[in-house]
């Protein structure tokens, strides 16, 4: 089975933490006055209590949280400018006896502009090759499914190393194909500035709610990041300051 995934780092830095599941937020607001607390409302009516709340939300689902108060005027130009890219991936392992490419070249380059391959065989992945998809043809695969992507993937290989494509395909041991762009908690793989956007977008969908000394809500991920804006260690970095932040108010 093909694994990509982070959740042995989450599972390390949450030791001891209680980890809810299918808890989709609603709605945050925040008490006024000093010293008021958070309350966050989820989709199944469940409600939740803090002094302070570290929001890590993509852009596109920050969008959806209705905040109370209102987010500042700047914070919300900031979530309309700031947008979330399609980076896909579609992940081949072959039997380890069968790579009939370079085994020592990290990248395989062709002229189909939908795919760029990433040789992981030479990163210890043993017969393993993975497709970088962008856009457009990332959003969406243009409505086809993972087996005709995986299809289309082993007929670029074929040409590209004059191989038969049915051959490829009974070597082919297993196979992963993301669709970040349609997943309900992602909606895309990380977040890009358009021509009309402005770096310092970031800085501001990085300050904290309510503006000022009673700030209750501070943000985090990638998209907040000044220095790993589209990086997990963007998202690290941002999260970490922020939970220093809150643990030397309390």
């Known amino acids: 089975t093909i ?6 780092l989450v599972r390390d830095l949450a030791q001891g933490l209680p980890i809810l599941f299918h808890r989709v937020v609603k709605s945050i607001k925040v008490a006024q006055g000093n010293g008021g607390h958070v309350e966050v409302l989820c989709e199944d009516t469940s409600k939740f209590t803090a002094r302070h709340v570290i929001c890590t939300v993509p852009v596109p689902i920050l969008a959806e ?3 109370s108060p209102p987010l ?3 914070k919300q130009e900031a979530i309309k400018n700031v947008r ?12 380890p006896d069968k790579v009939f490419w370079p085994p020592n070249i ?6 189909d502009d939908r795919f760029q391959f990433l040789n992981l065989h ?4 043993p017969g393993t090759l993975l497709a970088h998809i962008w856009p457009p043809f990332a959003f969406g695969y243009e409505g086809k499914s993972d087996s ?3 299809q289309e993937a082993l007929s670029v290989l074929a040409g590209m190393f004059a191989r038969n494509q049915l051959e490829l395909l009974s070597h082919l041991i297993d196979y992963m194909v993301t669709r970040w762009d349609t997943d309900r908690y992602s909606r895309g793989s990380y977040a890009y500035l358009p021509p009309s956007g402005r770096f310092e977008d970031v800085g501001v969908l990085r300050r904290s709610h309510p503006p000022g000394k009673d700030s209750k809500v501070w ?6 990041s000044l220095a790993g804006f589209q990086c997990v260690h963007g998202a690290y970095e941002s999260g970490a300051a922020a939970a220093k932040t809150i643990s030397e108010l309390l």
Request: a positive charge; one cysteine or more.
């Open 3 to 8: 694994h990509m995934r982070y959740d042995w």
């Open 65 to 67: 949280i209705s905040f």
């Open 72 to 74: 500042s005027t700047g």
């Open 84 to 95: 979330l890219g399609a980076h896909n991936k579609v992940v081949l392992r072959f039997h």
């Open 106 to 111: 990290p990248q395989l380059n062709c002229d």
């Open 122 to 125: 030479s990163y210890n992945k």
């Open 148 to 150: 005709v992507i995986v």
């Open 219 to 224: 943000f985090a991920g990638e998209a907040t």
